[in-house]
């Protein structure tokens, strides 16, 4: 039998690693979560999303679900994977490859698959049950500042573009 104080001594280191390794999510963090999935499970460089597919989403009378919540939540995987407070998307090149309906639960997995300097590529897949309905590749920047702050030209290329423009 172990003494019960070894057992405790064993737990807490335990819980010590567990915490060292759980990620905390830097990005998007105002995000509809209903719109664009919930988190299952978050790694460096990896996660698990479900998204619950809801009236809003669907597309017609059958029930269709709109592809660009599928999209919209395969951007915001992808964006979870890297994992970066300032990560934007540049590019993706996406196949729809099954229809979701309502009432599907749809699970996405995201992983990196490439990293060279600020760029990340992404590669997700997303399911119902066993079936895979979408999977992409999309290409991600990590900047210095928020997308919305950069000053992407300095005031010489404005001045510039403005003279070309008369």
Same mark, same amino acid.
Do not use: W
């Given at each position: 039998m172990i003494p019960q104080e070894q057992t405790n001594e064993d737990e807490l280191e335990l819980n010590d690693y567990r915490e060292e390794e759980q990620v905390i999510i830097k990005t998007h963090e105002r995000i509809n979560q209903d719109l664009n999935?919930?988190? +299952?499970?978050?790694e460096h460089g990896?996660?698990?999303l479900r998204l619950t597919t809801i009236p809003e989403m669907v597309a017609d009378d059958i029930g269709l679900i709109h592809g660009g919540f599928i999209f919209s939540a395969a951007d915001y995987a992808a964006m979870l994977a890297v994992n970066e407070r300032n990560v934007v998307l540049v590019g993706?090149?996406?196949q729809f490859l099954s229809p979701v309906k309502f009432h599907d639960e749809v699970?996405? +997995?995201?992983?990196?698959?490439h990293k060279e300097g600020k760029k990340r590529n992404v590669h997700v897949e997303a399911?119902?049950?066993d079936i895979k309905?979408?999977?992409?590749?999309?290409?991600?920047?990590?900047?210095?500042?928020?997308?919305l702050k950069l000053k992407l030209l300095d005031d010489a290329d404005i001045d510039e573009?403005?003279?070309s423009l008369d």
């Open positions: 999935g919930e988190v +299952i499970k978050i990896y996660v698990e993706s090149d996406c699970n996405f +997995i995201a992983r990196v698959r399911y119902v049950l309905v979408f999977e992409g590749e999309f290409k991600t920047v990590i900047t210095e500042k928020h997308v573009r403005e003279g």
